[in-house]
């Protein structure tokens, strides 16, 4: 049910120290958009543009479907140029991620392209952004944005992995996270899902070693590799993925037509 927000909720959550549970959207489609956001105990709605099928359009959309159920939309972009990340804040987005990203020059200028002078260099002209985060003007949301914005980056690559220390303490960055097959493939690996190189897993705990002592949170999502979400917690991961909408929705069929073919045999 749609409620009145105030800000980003995913922000509180991180901000508190609390744990914070999201989707993945791939599916472009603004009633897929409310039926996820409105499942109870999720905190933001990751809306995939880098490997999801949503067009500009659909992520506007989505983004003002989201919000008001009291749920951050996160905006994982296809790359860190300026102009895709004002398209995603302009749209209302409560924070971007931006993948691939394999130096602290890269990751400070995504830093940059996120916030408004004199933190950043976003400039200011949109009339949807203020409403995602139920505030009353544009003026409110101008003074408010920079402060509540997430802004994320996805170490997975060799050559973001040879550069995590400095991409971690990154002013401006607040949330890291590791791309387990993409780093799997960038350090020369076939893909083994869920069940990485020695290499590749020492990587990533490295990684995840230096943003928990920056002090920087971190995301990740569930995997037979990660454990479940305290064990994600103890690592200091606490904006947690559990799935995305177009495999939910797979398995919740599947399990439905299982179920319905037991039924069949037994009567």
């Not at 809306?47 to 939309?73: K, N, W, Y």
């Not at 804040?89 to 004199?118: C, K, N, Q, Y």
Request: proline share 6%; charged share 20%; net charge neutral.
């Amino acid at each position: 049910m749609p409620i009145k927000i105030d800000g980003s909720p995913l922000r509180r959550a991180l901000q508190g120290g609390r744990y914070a549970l999201g989707v993945q959207m791939v599916m472009p489609s603004a009633h897929v958009a409310r039926v996820v956001a409105g499942v109870p105990g999720l905190t933001y709605v990751m809306i995939d543009l880098e490997h999801g099928g949503l067009s500009d359009t659909e992520m506007h959309t989505a983004i003002q479907a989201i919000a008001p159920f009291g749920v951050s939309p996160i905006v994982r972009l296809p790359s860190g140029e300026p102009w895709l990340i004002k398209r995603a804040l302009d749209a209302g987005a409560h924070g971007i991620f931006v993948p691939m990203v394999s130096t602290a020059d890269e990751a400070a200028a995504i830093a940059s392209a996120a916030r408004f002078p004199p933190e950043g260099t976003r400039g200011f002209g949109s009339t949807y952004s203020r409403d995602a985060f139920g505030w009353a003007s544009d003026e409110e949301y101008r003074r408010k944005a920079n402060k509540e914005i997430i802004v994320g980056v996805m170490i997975e690559t060799r050559q973001g992995f040879e550069n995590f220390e400095a991409i971690i303490n990154t002013a401006g960055i607040d949330v890291i996270s590791t791309g387990e097959t993409d780093l799997c493939l960038s350090m020369g690996y076939e893909l083994t899902p869920n069940n990485p190189p020695s290499e590749v897993a020492d990587a990533i705990r490295q990684i995840s070693a230096a943003a928990k002592m920056a002090n920087k949170w971190q995301g990740g999502r569930i995997r037979p590799s990660t454990g479940g979400v305290k064990d994600m917690m103890a690592r200091g991961i606490q904006m947690v993925g559990v799935g995305l909408d177009a495999w939910c929705l797979r398995d919740a069929l599947t399990n439905a037509v299982k179920e319905a073919e037991k039924r069949a045999v037994s009567t």
